[in-house]
């Protein structure tokens, strides 16, 4: 069962001149997952996020962290146990780089040696050699090596929760794909907590694991981004989306989503003569061989044993067939059918086990359906 980090119940922010950020919101984050919150300029989403740790205090409403209401907890302990990271980076100009990420174990009483150990460790997890980066100063820095190094001072105390807001809003196009590409990287290597606000639909969709539409204070949708794309909750949140909702699914969607389980399959101990019976009775014209494991190893046609009696089928196969991963993307598989001007491919996993074939039909369904097989 799924543990739930986060709990907002009923949460509401109205600042003192009447403006109402968050208006009665309520919602579960769990562990390891990360949700990203997206909707336009003024709609709550930073609000909402800055209330877990009380950089906005609500009105009303209880928020719980691990099931406690963080009303309880020490403000100053809170919130060195949970990474931030905003989009101007926020780094003091007059300490170095190593200054900057060691400042909160700094501040929780760690080592000296810790400190610089734990900086090194960061410094390389985000891709920055840290003997040529733990003295440099901020303005030293370009704006991509910047926001790495908040990315690394938010990680440093390693916090469960990672609070990241707008953090590659303000970079440059190719810099920004180069670091939410590196968030994927690390994400899947830290297992954090991640709340991440974004005005982007594309980079919240390339990012969470669900979803949170906001539209003034309040939540319209919450769901894993294939489920948005499909399924908008409404006009609004189909807006959000855009046009082009089947080539978002197409990049987001795996090969595993849309392939189908395969049936005519064979043993590559098989002899000729159960290889045409299984041909026969399903008529096929070709059959997948696998060994004891699973492992795929080509495939065997009908006319390569028709007039076979006796022998193995592994005498004949076909070893030089193409093949695509189950957890690749169907944009990929498709490109590869184009090149190699296939109807089919096998479907494989990492260990090139074989999971199923993915075939032009799937596609063509795929898009059809508005990505949904």
């Excluded at 919130?79 to 980076?89: A, L, M, P, S």
């Excluded at 990315?151 to 916090?159: I, K, N, S």
């Excluded at 190719?174 to 899947?188: G, H, K, N, P, V």
């Excluded at 041909?279 to 059959?287: A, K, P, V, W």
Aim: with cysteine; hydrophobic share 40%.
């Amino acid at each position: 069962m799924t543990n739930t980090i986060i709990r907002f119940d009923s949460v509401s922010k109205i600042f003192p001149e009447g403006t109402k950020a968050v208006d009665d919101v309520s919602f579960e984050i769990f562990e390891g997952e990360c949700a990203t919150f997206v909707g336009p300029s003024g709609c709550g989403k930073t609000t909402t996020v800055k209330l877990v740790n009380r950089l906005v205090e609500p009105t009303q409403g209880t928020i719980y962290l691990n099931g406690e209401d963080i009303s309880s907890i020490d403000v100053i302990a809170l919130r060195r146990n949970i990474g931030y990271v905003i989009q101007d980076v926020g780094l003091f100009p007059h300490m170095t780089v190593a200054q900057n990420i060691s400042l909160v174990p700094k501040l929780k009483g760690w080592s000296p040696g810790e400190q610089q150990r734990r900086t090194d460790e960061l410094l390389t997890l985000v891709g920055l050699e840290p003997e040529g980066f733990r003295n440099r100063y901020p303005h030293q820095l370009s704006g991509g090596q910047k926001q790495r190094v908040g990315v690394a001072r938010g990680l440093a105390a390693d916090p469960p929760v990672i609070l990241m807001d707008e953090p590659f809003g303000a970079l440059d196009p190719i810099t920004r794909a180069q670091l939410q590409d590196e968030f994927l990287r690390l994400r899947s290597r830290l297992k954090k907590t991640i709340l991440f606000v974004t005005h982007d639909m594309d980079e919240a969709i390339k990012l969470g694991d669900r979803i949170a539409v906001m539209r003034s204070g309040r939540i319209v949708q919450f769901d894993p981004p294939i489920k948005i794309l499909r399924e908008p909750a409404d006009p609004f949140v189909e807006n959000l989306i855009g046009k082009e909702s089947g080539l978002k699914l197409m990049k987001l969607s795996k090969i595993s989503d849309i392939m189908e389980i395969v049936m005519n399959k064979i043993s590559d101990k098989s002899a000729f003569k159960e290889a045409k019976r299984l041909m026969e009775g399903e008529g096929s014209d070709i059959l997948l061989v696998v060994d004891d494991w699973e492992v795929f190893q080509g495939v065997i046609r009908f006319d390569q044993i028709i007039r076979k009696e006796e022998g193995r089928i592994s005498e004949l196969i076909d070893r030089d067939v193409p093949v695509v991963k189950d957890n690749g993307e169907v944009r990929e598989a498709l490109e590869m059918m184009l090149k190699k001007k296939a109807v089919w491919l096998p479907v494989v996993d990492d260990e090139r086990r074989l999971k199923g074939i993915i075939t032009m039909t799937h596609f063509a369904c795929f898009f059809a359906e508005g990505g949904q097989v």
